[in-house]
């Protein structure tokens, strides 16, 4: 029961339209540094653009919705949320025309921009299957802080195996569709950037490569994805270190020290939310 309780309030917080806060918060942060000092206007504008439409128009129709459709805040059944992710969609959009239109910031534009595309992406995929928009609501701001700040956006990354067990444990999701949420989160939110930069004209600034932020995802759902495929598999404590030790070996050799710290992080949070959580989580089984 404390368990269960736990994970309720890891999956209450990091709803997509909660937790885009302190994320964007830091966001905002990092842009409205520059070559004079910190610019409080700038920093004022941007995150009443990002509070305004990456949470509060998003949140309010999760909120209306889920009460008119007398269901619970997640909107569980798939088919009920189709309309929320729709105004999803629209809000993003909204915001970022508004930050293209008054040149607000290239960053944040290309972001929301992305926001818009990833939310429209989750919509298909919904229409079929029922991904994770928890894995999905981390990846995002998590792929945009790995382009401003490397390692140290990153190490965010954390949260990405907590949340894939609280909605597991929640009976919210599969393994796959939460572990899946963050994946292709993860890599169209970098991969866009750097497209929508291009198509739009819109440098982005001294951000970390294309190359490198790659590496950092790879990192970040390496050891997830790992057991993720062992759990569907032959659940085997045995393979599990073998792929680990091959992986750890891998990124040791051929990728930054950074990066390997972020590996190291990542893959010890995700052992140790499996140990927390005991035989009700799959994870359990693959390392035990």
Known sequence: ??????AENISTLTNPPIICIPLFLVICLTLSFTGDGFDISKFTTLEIVSLI???ILPMAIILFWAKKLNTDKDISNRSDRYMPLIVGIVSYFIGFLICLI??????????LLCYSVNTGVVLLITTKWKISVHTTGLSG???????LLGPFGALIGILYPIIIWSRVLLKKHTLAQAI????QGYFLTVLEMYLFSFILSLP????V???????????????????GILSYTNRSRVMFILLEIIALVLFLAFTPFNVFIVFLVVS??????????????????VLN
């Open 204 to 207: 982005l600034g001294d951000i």
């Open 53 to 55: 439409f990456a949470s």
């Open 141 to 147: 701001p998590n792929g945009a802080l790995i382009l």
């Open 180 to 183: 899946a949420g963050g994946v």
């Open 102 to 111: 008054f040149n607000l910031d290239n960053f944040l534009t290309c972001l």
């Open 268 to 285: 010890l949070t995700a052992i140790l939310i499996s140990c927390y959580a005991g035989p009700d989580f799959v994870w359990y089984d």
């Open 1 to 6: 029961m404390e368990k269960l309780k736990i």
């Open 209 to 227: 490569s294309l190359y490198d932020s790659i590496l950092y995802i790879l990192a970040i759902i390496a050891t997830p994805s790992i057991l």
